[in-house]
């Protein structure tokens, strides 16, 4: 599962689930939209040609992803530690889950002491792992940002991103 935020609106904890065996193909689906010497995929930075371009890419390659959507928190940290507690609780009965976070200095170690907790209290330790991970690192972290980014900005962007939300969990 890899994991991103959007704080655009009400915020947004975004989650797309590449099964192992598909990780090779999916990282070089994502990997082929790179322009040369881009080192990551971010929405915020590419140009609406190129937005629409790769949302159909992810779209053809059967990437998807789930949107955890907080309303009503005072803060986005509070936002953030109830959607992490929706998004982990369900992993806890699978077999192995392994969840990968962009990095985000300013909130990492507050998530590293919630999933740490949340996977103790849930006895899935040995289960369920997670990290975090620079985006430039890992290319898939490229697919929630894409969608929840697209999701966030609403009009003609949301509608090209609903064919890959495989549902929407309010918290």
Not at 107 to 123: G, I, K, N
Not at 140 to 149: E, Q
Request: net charge positive; charged share 30%.
């Amino acid at each position: 599962m890899f994991v991103d935020e959007s704080k655009a609106g009400p915020y947004l904890l975004v989650a797309s689930v590449v099964l192992p065996a598909d990780l090779g193909a999916a990282r070089g689906a994502v990997r082929a939209l790179h322009l040369p010497k881009q080192s990551r995929i971010h929405m915020k930075t590419e140009t609406d040609g190129r937005r629409r371009t790769i949302l159909s890419a992810f779209e053809r390659a059967g990437l998807r992803a789930t949107i955890y959507r907080a309303v009503g928190y005072k803060t986005n940290i509070a936002a953030r530690e109830a959607c992490i507690d929706k998004l982990v609780r369900p992993l806890a009965f699978e077999p192995t889950a392994r969840v990968t976070f962009e990095c985000d200095e300013s909130q990492d170690a507050r998530d590293r002491q919630q999933l740490f907790r949340l996977v103790r209290e849930l006895r899935c330790t040995e289960r369920v792992q997670y990290e975090h991970r620079l985006a430039a690192a890992e290319p898939l972290l490229a697919v929630p940002d894409a969608i929840g980014w697209a999701y966030a900005r609403g009009g003609d962007f949301r509608s090209r991103a609903m064919p890959l939300v495989t549902k929407i969990v309010d918290v």
